[in-house]
């Protein structure tokens, strides 16, 4: 076993794994693949989190056009590439290590469909937006994976897709304030990383094995780990291989949510009126009227 080396910060009131469980695959979509850990029967919420899937999607399968109200979908690729068209006009292909942040506001109808070479995988995290936001004009945030802020250091690498982590910093502007790190331990490493203290945070396992928590729970691949109180998240590698894992804390907004599939309000009126609205093609949905994107498929909802 290698020296271990920490890269340390000082935490007071490291935080205890309060809940463990291993994402399973599911379908959804168009045939595709998913581990949902946040957004299931056991974990329906996890303020202001609403969704965390691990896809893997092959084609023809994929996410045909669908829409979205009332939150943020962060889509961060691990390998391949899914290409995404909007209603908008707005169309482009996320690569391998590229991040999407887009704020559905008042509303979107988009498509994500795969690569039709090879399987395609990623993460994608829905962030719920607080009341003032929910019906904001769209917006997206893109950064390639060569300008998405990296560091390596004591044998612990970090990509930095919000927040701050060793000391660098992401560009992404968090309307609901949310950090999200992509951290890669070599063997034998201890990172303790500061997470605001009124935040909730989880980690999600990508590959290997590690500890994590004043409680020093182990934990492997696909499984996510809720956190709880205290100032930040101690974690160890202590095998012979890569630990790679995210790390995501957000801000709570303890407003009431009401959700209905891809539509998330406060108020059981304002998801009726949501309805209305894209059945209607108003207030936000027009151009879903006339549009279809090149994959001429739909989901029902």
Known sequence: MPEENNSCVGLNEPRLVVRKFLAKPQYEGAGAIVRRSIGRFELRYFDP??????????????FPDHP???FETVTYMIQGSVTHEDFEGHKG?????????????RGIVHSEMPSPHGTQKGLQLWVN????????????QEISSKNIAETTKDGIKVRVIAGEALGIKSPIYTRTPTMYLDFTLDPGTHLQQPIPKPWNAFIYILEGEGVFGQSKS????????????????????????????????GEPLDEPLVQFGPFVM????????????FENYTNGFEKARHWRSESGLSLDF
Request: proline share 2%; charged share 20%; hydrophobic share 40%.
């Open 49 to 62: 989190f609403l969704v965390l899937d691990e896809f893997s999607v092959t084609a023809p399968a994929g």
């Open 68 to 70: 979205h109200r009332g």
């Open 93 to 105: 292909t996320i690569g391998a290590g590229d991040l999407q942040w887009m704020t559905a506001g």
């Open 129 to 140: 937006l607080s009341s003032k936001y929910k019906m904001m004009e769209p917006k997206y």
């Open 218 to 249: 182990s934990a492997s691949a696909h499984h996510l780990l809720l956190l709880g109180h205290g100032d930040g998240l101690e974690a160890w590698n202590k095998s012979t291989k890569l630990l790679r894992f995210i790390l995501v804390g």
């Open 266 to 277: 406060n108020t059981q009126e304002e998801i009726d009126q949501t309805i209305e609205d």
